[in-house]
Protein backbone atom coordinates (compact mmCIF):
# COMPACT_ATOMS: atom_id res chain seq x y z
CA UNK A 1 0.00 0.00 0.00
CA UNK A 2 1.56 3.21 -0.94
CA UNK A 3 -0.08 6.44 0.61
CA UNK A 4 0.14 9.81 -0.54
CA UNK A 5 2.30 11.36 2.21
CA UNK A 6 1.48 15.13 2.08
CA UNK A 7 2.63 17.19 5.23
CA UNK A 8 -0.25 19.83 4.35
CA UNK A 9 -2.33 16.97 4.55
CA UNK A 10 -2.45 16.96 8.72
CA UNK A 11 -4.54 19.81 10.49
CA UNK A 12 -5.41 20.58 14.04
CA UNK A 13 -3.28 21.03 17.25
CA UNK A 14 -0.38 18.82 15.99
CA UNK A 15 0.57 19.50 12.51
CA UNK A 16 4.40 19.48 13.67
CA UNK A 17 4.62 16.03 14.87
CA UNK A 18 2.10 14.89 12.13
CA UNK A 19 4.66 16.57 9.85
CA UNK A 20 7.56 14.75 11.49
CA UNK A 21 5.73 11.05 11.67
CA UNK A 22 5.38 11.88 7.81
CA UNK A 23 7.97 12.18 7.25
CA UNK A 24 9.93 9.99 9.06
CA UNK A 25 7.55 7.22 7.20
CA UNK A 26 8.35 8.67 3.83
CA UNK A 27 12.28 8.11 4.58
CA UNK A 28 11.27 4.66 6.23
CA UNK A 29 11.98 5.01 9.70
CA UNK A 30 8.48 3.27 10.71
CA UNK A 31 9.64 2.99 14.09
CA UNK A 32 9.09 6.74 14.97
CA UNK A 33 6.88 7.03 12.48
CA UNK A 34 4.47 4.74 14.43
CA UNK A 35 5.78 6.54 17.64
CA UNK A 36 4.81 9.88 16.22
CA UNK A 37 1.17 8.87 15.25
CA UNK A 38 0.49 7.45 18.73
CA UNK A 39 1.30 10.57 20.05
CA UNK A 40 -0.97 12.48 18.21
CA UNK A 41 -3.87 9.67 18.86
CA UNK A 42 -2.99 9.50 22.38
CA UNK A 43 -4.21 13.29 22.61
CA UNK A 44 -6.86 13.21 19.96
CA UNK A 45 -7.93 9.59 19.54
CA UNK A 46 -10.33 10.95 16.51
CA UNK A 47 -7.37 12.56 14.40
CA UNK A 48 -8.28 11.34 10.58
CA UNK A 49 -5.07 11.57 9.29
CA UNK A 50 -3.46 9.91 12.16
CA UNK A 51 -5.34 7.32 12.22
CA UNK A 52 -4.93 6.57 7.87
CA UNK A 53 -1.49 6.58 8.47
CA UNK A 54 -0.97 4.53 11.04
CA UNK A 55 -3.85 1.70 9.50
CA UNK A 56 -1.31 2.36 6.24
CA UNK A 57 1.25 1.37 8.82
CA UNK A 58 -0.30 -1.76 10.05
CA UNK A 59 -1.21 -3.12 6.69
CA UNK A 60 2.14 -3.28 5.39
CA UNK A 61 2.90 -5.59 8.52
CA UNK A 62 0.47 -7.91 7.84
CA UNK A 63 -1.49 -6.73 10.86
CA UNK A 64 -4.71 -6.51 8.91
CA UNK A 65 -7.36 -6.31 11.78
CA UNK A 66 -5.50 -3.59 13.33
CA UNK A 67 -5.31 -1.83 10.17
CA UNK A 68 -9.10 -1.90 9.06
CA UNK A 69 -10.00 -0.53 12.91
CA UNK A 70 -7.77 2.91 12.16
CA UNK A 71 -8.77 3.31 8.95
CA UNK A 72 -12.83 2.78 10.12
CA UNK A 73 -11.60 5.78 12.71
CA UNK A 74 -10.80 7.52 10.06
CA UNK A 75 -14.10 6.66 8.04
CA UNK A 76 -15.61 7.66 11.00
CA UNK A 77 -14.46 11.15 11.55
CA UNK A 78 -14.64 11.93 8.03
CA UNK A 79 -17.43 9.91 5.76
CA UNK A 80 -15.98 11.23 2.67
CA UNK A 81 -12.32 10.28 2.83
CA UNK A 82 -12.55 8.01 -0.49
CA UNK A 83 -9.09 7.14 -0.09
CA UNK A 84 -9.63 5.39 3.49
CA UNK A 85 -12.43 3.31 2.36
CA UNK A 86 -10.37 2.20 -0.52
CA UNK A 87 -7.76 1.21 2.02
CA UNK A 88 -10.30 -0.23 3.99
CA UNK A 89 -11.17 -2.47 1.43
CA UNK A 90 -7.66 -3.61 0.69
CA UNK A 91 -7.90 -4.80 4.48
CA UNK A 92 -11.06 -6.35 4.24
CA UNK A 93 -10.32 -8.36 1.42
CA UNK A 94 -6.72 -9.65 3.11
CA UNK A 95 -9.26 -10.83 6.56
CA UNK A 96 -11.63 -12.67 3.61
CA UNK A 97 -14.14 -9.99 4.40
CA UNK A 98 -15.41 -9.63 0.52
CA UNK A 99 -18.45 -8.77 0.74
CA UNK A 100 -17.52 -5.47 3.05
CA UNK A 101 -14.17 -5.18 0.44
CA UNK A 102 -16.62 -4.91 -2.58
CA UNK A 103 -18.75 -2.24 -0.58
CA UNK A 104 -15.86 -0.05 0.21
CA UNK A 105 -14.02 0.04 -2.98
CA UNK A 106 -17.42 1.39 -4.06
CA UNK A 107 -18.10 3.60 -2.04
CA UNK A 108 -14.79 5.12 -2.73
CA UNK A 109 -15.49 5.27 -6.59
CA UNK A 110 -19.17 6.79 -5.76
CA UNK A 111 -16.83 9.11 -3.54
CA UNK A 112 -14.24 9.87 -6.18
CA UNK A 113 -14.54 8.48 -9.14
CA UNK A 114 -11.15 9.15 -10.59
CA UNK A 115 -9.58 7.71 -7.80
CA UNK A 116 -7.42 4.89 -10.22
CA UNK A 117 -6.48 2.54 -7.85
CA UNK A 118 -10.29 2.12 -6.25
CA UNK A 119 -11.39 0.51 -9.68
CA UNK A 120 -8.54 -1.19 -10.23
CA UNK A 121 -8.51 -3.51 -6.88
CA UNK A 122 -11.97 -3.72 -7.35
CA UNK A 123 -11.52 -5.20 -10.56
CA UNK A 124 -8.74 -7.73 -9.12
CA UNK A 125 -11.00 -8.67 -6.56
CA UNK A 126 -13.94 -9.23 -8.82
CA UNK A 127 -11.44 -10.93 -11.18
CA UNK A 128 -10.80 -13.08 -8.08
CA UNK A 129 -14.47 -13.89 -7.65
CA UNK A 130 -14.87 -15.00 -10.96
CA UNK A 131 -17.44 -12.72 -11.36
CA UNK A 132 -15.41 -11.30 -14.59
CA UNK A 133 -17.87 -8.79 -16.43
CA UNK A 134 -17.88 -7.05 -13.81
CA UNK A 135 -13.95 -7.20 -13.59
CA UNK A 136 -13.73 -6.16 -16.97
CA UNK A 137 -16.37 -2.88 -16.16
CA UNK A 138 -14.13 -1.93 -12.99
CA UNK A 139 -10.53 -2.87 -15.03
CA UNK A 140 -12.07 -0.59 -18.47
CA UNK A 141 -13.13 2.08 -15.80
CA UNK A 142 -9.54 2.51 -14.50
CA UNK A 143 -8.09 2.51 -18.01
CA UNK A 144 -9.95 5.53 -18.47
CA UNK A 145 -8.22 6.97 -15.93
CA UNK A 146 -4.50 5.93 -16.85
CA UNK A 147 -4.37 4.09 -20.63
CA UNK A 148 -1.31 3.37 -20.27
CA UNK A 149 -1.23 1.54 -17.34
CA UNK A 150 0.34 -1.74 -17.89
CA UNK A 151 -0.87 -3.34 -15.00
CA UNK A 152 -4.33 -2.97 -16.18
CA UNK A 153 -4.12 -3.80 -19.42
CA UNK A 154 -2.67 -6.95 -18.50
CA UNK A 155 -5.88 -7.77 -16.52
CA UNK A 156 -8.12 -6.94 -18.71
CA UNK A 157 -6.37 -9.61 -21.23
CA UNK A 158 -5.97 -12.07 -18.20
CA UNK A 159 -9.79 -11.59 -17.45
CA UNK A 160 -10.79 -12.31 -20.96
CA UNK A 161 -7.87 -15.53 -21.00
CA UNK A 162 -9.88 -16.73 -18.15
CA UNK A 163 -12.97 -15.94 -19.81
CA UNK A 164 -12.11 -18.43 -22.78
CA UNK A 165 -12.26 -15.02 -25.02
CA UNK A 166 -9.25 -15.74 -26.50
CA UNK A 167 -9.84 -13.88 -29.68
CA UNK A 168 -10.46 -10.60 -27.56
CA UNK A 169 -7.41 -10.74 -25.45
CA UNK A 170 -5.18 -11.18 -28.12
CA UNK A 171 -5.39 -7.58 -29.18
CA UNK A 172 -5.20 -6.55 -25.22
CA UNK A 173 -2.05 -7.99 -24.70
CA UNK A 174 -0.96 -6.59 -28.15
CA UNK A 175 -1.95 -3.21 -26.64
CA UNK A 176 0.55 -3.93 -23.31
CA UNK A 177 3.29 -5.54 -25.54
CA UNK A 178 3.03 -1.82 -28.26
CA UNK A 179 4.19 0.11 -25.02
CA UNK A 180 6.56 -3.09 -23.49
CA UNK A 181 7.81 -5.46 -25.15
CA UNK A 182 9.76 -7.54 -22.75
CA UNK A 183 6.64 -7.96 -20.33
CA UNK A 184 7.06 -11.54 -20.29
CA UNK A 185 3.72 -12.75 -18.76
CA UNK A 186 1.81 -11.05 -21.73
CA UNK A 187 3.98 -12.80 -24.17
CA UNK A 188 3.36 -16.03 -22.42
CA UNK A 189 -0.08 -15.75 -21.92
CA UNK A 190 -0.69 -14.30 -25.71
CA UNK A 191 1.46 -17.10 -27.04
CA UNK A 192 -1.58 -19.45 -24.48
CA UNK A 193 -4.31 -17.52 -26.43
CA UNK A 194 -2.59 -17.91 -29.91
CA UNK A 195 -2.47 -21.50 -29.20
CA UNK A 196 -5.80 -22.37 -27.59
CA UNK A 197 -6.99 -20.88 -30.88
CA UNK A 198 -4.82 -23.46 -33.19
CA UNK A 199 -2.67 -20.50 -34.33
CA UNK A 200 0.60 -22.28 -33.94
CA UNK A 201 3.10 -20.34 -35.47
CA UNK A 202 1.75 -17.31 -33.84
CA UNK A 203 1.86 -19.45 -30.15
CA UNK A 204 5.40 -20.64 -30.76
CA UNK A 205 7.21 -17.42 -32.45
CA UNK A 206 5.63 -15.96 -28.70
CA UNK A 207 7.04 -18.70 -26.97
CA UNK A 208 10.67 -18.28 -28.70
CA UNK A 209 10.33 -14.59 -28.06
CA UNK A 210 9.72 -14.82 -24.40
CA UNK A 211 12.98 -17.55 -24.27
CA UNK A 212 15.36 -14.89 -26.14
CA UNK A 213 14.41 -12.92 -22.92
CA UNK A 214 14.49 -15.84 -20.26
CA UNK A 215 16.32 -18.72 -21.72
CA UNK A 216 15.18 -20.99 -18.40
CA UNK A 217 11.43 -20.83 -18.45
CA UNK A 218 10.48 -24.77 -18.02
CA UNK A 219 7.14 -24.17 -19.17
CA UNK A 220 7.83 -22.16 -22.49
CA UNK A 221 10.55 -24.60 -23.20
CA UNK A 222 7.68 -27.42 -22.99
CA UNK A 223 5.06 -25.91 -25.00
CA UNK A 224 7.88 -25.21 -27.80
CA UNK A 225 8.65 -28.81 -27.89
CA UNK A 226 4.89 -29.59 -27.89
CA UNK A 227 4.11 -27.27 -30.90
CA UNK A 228 7.95 -28.35 -32.55
CA UNK A 229 6.42 -32.41 -32.87
CA UNK A 230 8.94 -32.94 -30.23
CA UNK A 231 8.02 -35.52 -27.90
CA UNK A 232 9.84 -35.62 -24.55
CA UNK A 233 9.58 -38.89 -22.16
CA UNK A 234 8.40 -35.85 -19.52
CA UNK A 235 8.22 -32.03 -19.01
CA UNK A 236 10.87 -30.25 -16.46
CA UNK A 237 9.28 -30.93 -12.93
CA UNK A 238 8.95 -26.92 -13.00
CA UNK A 239 6.64 -26.51 -15.46
CA UNK A 240 3.93 -29.74 -13.68
CA UNK A 241 4.46 -27.54 -10.73
CA UNK A 242 4.17 -24.08 -11.93
CA UNK A 243 0.99 -25.13 -13.51
CA UNK A 244 -0.78 -26.29 -10.49
CA UNK A 245 0.57 -23.56 -7.99
CA UNK A 246 -1.44 -21.28 -10.37
CA UNK A 247 -4.54 -23.00 -10.91
CA UNK A 248 -4.93 -24.68 -6.77
CA UNK A 249 -7.55 -22.23 -5.69
CA UNK A 250 -10.08 -22.64 -8.69
CA UNK A 251 -9.06 -26.38 -9.97
CA UNK A 252 -11.69 -27.98 -8.68
CA UNK A 253 -14.31 -25.56 -9.19
CA UNK A 254 -12.95 -25.34 -12.97
CA UNK A 255 -12.71 -29.10 -13.26
CA UNK A 256 -15.55 -30.17 -11.71
CA UNK A 257 -18.40 -27.75 -12.56
CA UNK A 258 -17.15 -26.29 -15.91
CA UNK A 259 -15.20 -29.17 -17.06
CA UNK A 260 -17.57 -32.11 -16.15
CA UNK A 261 -14.71 -34.36 -14.53
CA UNK A 262 -16.31 -37.63 -13.09
CA UNK A 263 -13.33 -40.02 -12.85
CA UNK A 264 -12.50 -39.92 -9.31
CA UNK A 265 -16.39 -40.90 -9.06
CA UNK A 266 -16.47 -43.64 -11.50
CA UNK A 267 -12.87 -45.34 -9.82
CA UNK A 268 -14.72 -44.77 -6.46
CA UNK A 269 -17.17 -46.87 -7.65
CA UNK A 270 -15.11 -49.62 -9.21
CA UNK A 271 -13.43 -49.68 -5.37
CA UNK A 272 -16.50 -50.16 -3.65
CA UNK A 273 -17.38 -53.29 -5.89
CA UNK A 274 -14.00 -54.63 -5.12
CA UNK A 275 -13.68 -53.69 -1.75
CA UNK A 276 -14.24 -56.18 1.53
CA UNK A 277 -16.66 -55.03 4.12
CA UNK A 278 -14.73 -54.53 7.12
CA UNK A 279 -11.68 -54.96 5.88
CA UNK A 280 -9.12 -51.71 5.86
CA UNK A 281 -7.32 -51.22 2.59
CA UNK A 282 -4.49 -48.73 2.20
CA UNK A 283 -4.47 -46.12 -0.97
CA UNK A 284 -1.53 -44.19 -2.71
CA UNK A 285 -3.37 -41.51 -4.74
CA UNK A 286 -0.66 -40.48 -7.10
CA UNK A 287 -0.70 -36.76 -8.18
CA UNK A 288 -3.74 -36.42 -5.74
CA UNK A 289 -4.25 -32.55 -6.27
CA UNK A 290 -6.84 -30.99 -4.01
CA UNK A 291 -8.41 -34.66 -2.75
CA UNK A 292 -11.28 -34.98 -5.04
CA UNK A 293 -10.08 -38.93 -5.27
CA UNK A 294 -10.18 -38.60 -1.23
CA UNK A 295 -13.21 -37.47 -1.07
CA UNK A 296 -14.93 -40.20 -3.95
CA UNK A 297 -13.48 -42.70 -1.04
CA UNK A 298 -14.10 -41.14 1.97
CA UNK A 299 -17.12 -43.35 2.82
CA UNK A 300 -14.46 -46.38 2.57
CA UNK A 301 -12.89 -48.22 5.43
CA UNK A 302 -9.41 -46.86 3.75
CA UNK A 303 -6.52 -45.02 5.01
CA UNK A 304 -5.09 -42.87 1.91
CA UNK A 305 -2.20 -40.95 0.60
CA UNK A 306 -1.39 -38.39 -1.27
CA UNK A 307 1.34 -37.31 -3.04
CA UNK A 308 1.30 -34.70 -5.48
CA UNK A 309 4.45 -32.08 -6.68
CA UNK A 310 2.53 -28.75 -6.12
CA UNK A 311 2.42 -27.32 -2.84
CA UNK A 312 -0.68 -25.28 -3.11
CA UNK A 313 -2.78 -28.05 -4.22
CA UNK A 314 -1.49 -29.84 -1.31
CA UNK A 315 -2.43 -27.13 0.89
CA UNK A 316 -6.32 -27.10 -0.39
CA UNK A 317 -6.57 -31.32 -0.06
CA UNK A 318 -5.34 -30.53 3.47
CA UNK A 319 -8.18 -28.43 4.29
CA UNK A 320 -10.71 -31.18 2.94
CA UNK A 321 -8.98 -33.41 5.18
CA UNK A 322 -9.48 -36.59 3.62
CA UNK A 323 -6.20 -38.04 3.60
CA UNK A 324 -4.41 -38.97 6.48
CA UNK A 325 -0.92 -38.05 4.83
CA UNK A 326 0.35 -35.53 1.91
CA UNK A 327 3.50 -35.56 0.54
CA UNK A 328 4.99 -33.05 -1.17
CA UNK A 329 6.92 -35.13 -4.04
CA UNK A 330 7.71 -35.59 -7.72
CA UNK A 331 5.64 -39.46 -8.28
CA UNK A 332 8.65 -41.15 -9.68
CA UNK A 333 11.13 -39.73 -6.91
CA UNK A 334 8.42 -41.18 -4.39
CA UNK A 335 7.71 -44.37 -5.57
CA UNK A 336 11.67 -45.15 -6.01
CA UNK A 337 12.75 -43.32 -2.54
CA UNK A 338 9.66 -45.60 -0.19
CA UNK A 339 9.00 -49.12 1.25
CA UNK A 340 5.26 -49.18 -0.67
CA UNK A 341 2.79 -51.52 0.74
CA UNK A 342 -0.10 -50.55 -1.02
CA UNK A 343 -3.44 -52.28 -2.31
CA UNK A 344 -4.50 -49.48 -4.29
CA UNK A 345 -2.62 -46.60 -6.28
CA UNK A 346 -4.46 -44.46 -8.04
CA UNK A 347 -2.92 -41.90 -11.09
CA UNK A 348 -6.60 -40.06 -12.18
CA UNK A 349 -5.55 -37.73 -15.36
CA UNK A 350 -1.78 -37.94 -13.95
CA UNK A 351 -0.01 -39.27 -16.85
CA UNK A 352 -1.51 -36.34 -19.70
CA UNK A 353 1.85 -35.16 -17.86
CA UNK A 354 4.06 -37.64 -17.77
CA UNK A 355 5.65 -39.20 -21.25
CA UNK A 356 7.31 -42.88 -20.61
CA UNK A 357 5.58 -44.39 -18.18
CA UNK A 358 7.84 -47.80 -17.90
CA UNK A 359 9.58 -46.76 -14.71
CA UNK A 360 6.58 -46.18 -12.69
CA UNK A 361 4.55 -49.36 -13.21
CA UNK A 362 8.22 -51.06 -12.70
CA UNK A 363 8.98 -49.48 -9.77
CA UNK A 364 5.11 -50.08 -8.41
CA UNK A 365 5.62 -53.84 -9.68
CA UNK A 366 8.85 -54.75 -7.74
CA UNK A 367 8.33 -52.01 -4.86
CA UNK A 368 5.48 -52.85 -3.34
CA UNK A 369 4.81 -55.69 -0.43
CA UNK A 370 1.68 -57.03 -1.23
CA UNK A 371 -0.34 -57.76 -4.27
CA UNK A 372 -2.36 -54.58 -4.95
CA UNK A 373 -4.27 -52.94 -7.79
CA UNK A 374 -3.04 -49.93 -9.84
CA UNK A 375 -5.90 -47.93 -11.59
CA UNK A 376 -5.38 -45.08 -13.41
CA UNK A 377 -6.31 -43.27 -16.85
CA UNK A 378 -4.70 -41.94 -19.87
CA UNK A 379 -5.55 -40.01 -22.86
CA UNK A 380 -5.24 -42.18 -25.98
CA UNK A 381 -3.71 -42.05 -29.31
CA UNK A 382 -3.70 -44.81 -32.27
CA UNK A 383 0.23 -44.91 -32.70
CA UNK A 384 2.33 -47.34 -30.78
CA UNK A 385 4.11 -45.09 -28.93
CA UNK A 386 3.42 -42.11 -26.35
CA UNK A 387 3.01 -38.97 -28.06
CA UNK A 388 3.37 -34.98 -26.35
CA UNK A 389 0.49 -33.37 -27.78
CA UNK A 390 0.48 -29.46 -29.22
CA UNK A 391 -1.68 -28.98 -25.79
CA UNK A 392 1.44 -29.68 -23.90
CA UNK A 393 -0.27 -32.90 -22.26
CA UNK A 394 1.00 -36.72 -22.98
CA UNK A 395 -1.47 -38.84 -25.00
CA UNK A 396 -0.53 -43.26 -25.15
CA UNK A 397 -1.66 -45.73 -26.70
CA UNK A 398 -2.75 -48.84 -25.81
CA UNK A 399 -0.07 -50.59 -27.93
CA UNK A 400 2.75 -48.77 -25.46
CA UNK A 401 1.00 -49.53 -22.62
CA UNK A 402 0.13 -53.62 -23.40
CA UNK A 403 3.94 -53.77 -24.26
CA UNK A 404 5.35 -52.39 -20.75
CA UNK A 405 2.74 -54.48 -19.26
CA UNK A 406 3.94 -57.58 -20.91
CA UNK A 407 7.36 -57.32 -19.82
CA UNK A 408 6.34 -56.71 -16.88
CA UNK A 409 4.19 -59.44 -16.07
CA UNK A 410 1.25 -57.27 -15.08
CA UNK A 411 -2.41 -58.27 -15.41
CA UNK A 412 -4.71 -56.24 -17.10
CA UNK A 413 -8.19 -56.65 -14.81
CA UNK A 414 -10.34 -54.42 -16.63
CA UNK A 415 -10.52 -51.13 -19.15
CA UNK A 416 -13.04 -49.20 -20.61
CA UNK A 417 -12.97 -46.38 -22.74
CA UNK A 418 -14.09 -42.74 -20.41
CA UNK A 419 -15.18 -39.62 -20.67
CA UNK A 420 -12.56 -38.04 -19.10
CA UNK A 421 -13.11 -33.92 -19.27
CA UNK A 422 -14.75 -31.18 -21.28
CA UNK A 423 -12.39 -29.77 -23.94
CA UNK A 424 -13.88 -26.46 -25.62
CA UNK A 425 -17.55 -28.09 -24.99
CA UNK A 426 -16.37 -31.62 -26.34
CA UNK A 427 -15.76 -34.37 -24.35
CA UNK A 428 -11.92 -35.17 -24.02
CA UNK A 429 -11.96 -39.88 -24.59
CA UNK A 430 -9.26 -41.80 -22.80
CA UNK A 431 -8.72 -44.77 -21.21
CA UNK A 432 -9.28 -46.17 -17.68
CA UNK A 433 -6.99 -48.92 -16.04
CA UNK A 434 -7.73 -51.58 -13.63
CA UNK A 435 -4.60 -53.81 -13.31
CA UNK A 436 -3.24 -56.66 -11.15
CA UNK A 437 0.59 -55.47 -9.57
Known amino acids: MNASLQPNQANGDFDAIMASGIKAHSSGDLGSATELYFIVLAANPDHVYANLLIGILFFDKKEYQKASLHFSRAIKCNPDLAEAFNYRAVAFKELNRVDDAINDYSRAIALDPSLHEAHFNLGVLWAEQKCFGDAIKAFRASLLLKPEDQDTLYNIAKTLSNMRQYSLAIPEYTKLLELNPCHELALINRSNAYAKLNDHSNALAGYRRVISLNPKIPEVLHLINALSGITTKKPPLGYVENLFDNYAATFERTLVDELDYQIPRVVGSIMRKDHVAGNMVSVLDLGCGTGLMGEAI ?140
Open 298 to 437: SDLDALVVGVDLSQKMLKEASAANHYQKLIHCDIQQYLSSQVLDFDYFIANDVFIYVGDLKDIFSLVKKRNKRSGRFIFTVELNDTDRFILEQSGRYSHSRSYLHKIFDRLEIQVLHYEEVRLRKEFNNFVIGGLFVLKI
